[in-house]
Nanobody, 125 residues
Framework: VQLQASGGGLVQPGGSRRLTCSAS????????VAWFRQAPGKEREFVSA????????YYGDFVQGRFTISRDNDKKTVNLQMNNLQPEDTAVYYC???????????????????WGQGTLVTVSS
């Protein structure tokens, strides 16, 4: 599948933002889709993932209930609703996909073989 991330922008601390990953190609339902992010000067880190098929969700420890990931297989989209954003959430957010990804690897970026171009979220007053 080919991916395109959108929805980034400037948000005030405490605000919300929804990112969308739009996919093209076949058998989207067979893909685990994840969000990773990379802050300036830092390594890319796992944010959240939604499993293929049943849609089990996973989150990075830092999320602490602030983000919600969801998928719509008919529309071939995955949304990441982000609430209570803080300046440390400032980063380029990437979506990625992998087919039939084992549960042990959902947070490991090297197992994802399709990547979107990234969308910048800036949290600042």
């Amino acid at each position: 599948v080919q991916l395109q991330a959108s929805g980034g922008g400037l948000v005030q601390p405490g605000g919300s933002r929804r990112l969308t990953c739009s996919a093209s190609g076949r058998f989207f339902i067979n893909y685990t889709v994840a969000w990773f992010r990379q802050a300036p000067g830092k390594e890319r880190e796992f944010v959240s993932a939604v499993k293929y098929g049943v849609g089990t969700t996973y989150y990075g420890d830092f999320v602490q209930g602030r983000f919600t990931i969801s998928r719509d297989n008919d529309k071939k989209t995955v949304n990441l609703q982000m609430n209570n954003l803080q300046p440390e959430d400032t980063a380029v957010y990437y979506c990625a996909a992998a087919s039939f990804l084992h549960d042990n690897y959902y947070s490991t970026e090297r197992y994802y073989n399709s990547w979107g171009q990234g969308t910048l979220v800036t949290v600042s007053s």
